[in-house]
């Protein structure tokens, strides 16, 4: 459950987002609704069953802020958070999306997949950075780990040359509490014990692959987790 702490405000992070067409990279732009809440915000489930049923994100989202379902106590950190949970589960594929609306066994994980579908920021840098210290090193991931990570980003792409010092560290926080909602680490940084569902497996195999590599290996448990039959 988020509140208004759970909110960073200020200037624009600078997330990348994605347009997904066919499994493939379309468009990429700035965006900032990932520097809200986390990844299992209240109202996620109330939105994932309105949206099978057939209301857009946008929709959705004013419902979750008209009943303030996403229990926020300002009226712009209700806007926000309820505009960020939609749009994180509008970037799901139907079948995930039903999985999220049903509350099935691992459907943070499947909100896990939303975000690394959505951000690319986050896809690489779990890859990148979280995988690598947690499965590979089974060392803890630490704050500076993701502040070296997004400095390096900032000198080799161009687009996110955009951060400034305080949008990198919302990077931060924001990962990182979306790795704790998730239950890939805990308070300390220290890898969890995560088992991957049959169910989530596949979603997760099958979803697009927008930045080019398996969106599995965006997430940072053993891989082999992901080897199961169809």
Not at 8 to 32: H, I, N, P
Not at 77 to 88: D, E, F
Request: charged share 25%; aromatic share 8%; hydrophobic share 45%.
């Amino acid at each position: 459950m988020c509140d208004d702490s759970g909110v960073l405000g200020g200037d624009t992070a600078a997330f990348y987002e994605v347009t997904v067409r066919g499994g493939v990279v379309s468009d990429r732009k700035l965006a900032s609704t990932i520097t809200v809440g986390g990844a299992t915000n209240a109202g996620t489930f109330e939105a994932a069953e309105l949206m099978v049923a057939g209301m857009s994100a946008r929709e959705a989202s004013d419902v979750l802020f008209e009943q303030n379902l996403v229990v926020a106590g300002s009226e712009s950190t209700r806007r926000r958070l309820a505009s960020a949970t939609t749009k994180h589960l509008s970037f799901l594929e139907d079948e995930a999306l039903r999985f999220v609306a049903s509350r099935e066994y691992g459907w943070e994980l499947v909100m896990w997949l939303a975000l690394v579908t959505e951000s690319y920021v986050f896809a690489a840098c779990a890859r990148e950075v979280a995988w690598p210290r947690l499965v590979v090193d089974e060392a803890p991931l630490t704050a500076s780990d993701i502040d070296d990570f997004v400095e390096r980003q900032r000198r080799v792409d161009p687009a996110m040359s955009t951060l400034t010092v305080k949008s990198g560290q919302k990077v931060r926080s924001v990962f990182l509490r979306c790795m704790r909602d998730v239950g890939f680490i805990d308070e300390a940084g220290a890898a969890l014990p995560v088992v991957i569902p049959v169910g989530v497996a596949r979603l997760v195999n099958a979803a697009p692959q927008p930045w080019g590599w398996p969106i599995r290996e965006s997430f940072p448990v053993a891989q082999f987790q992901f080897d199961v039959l169809d």
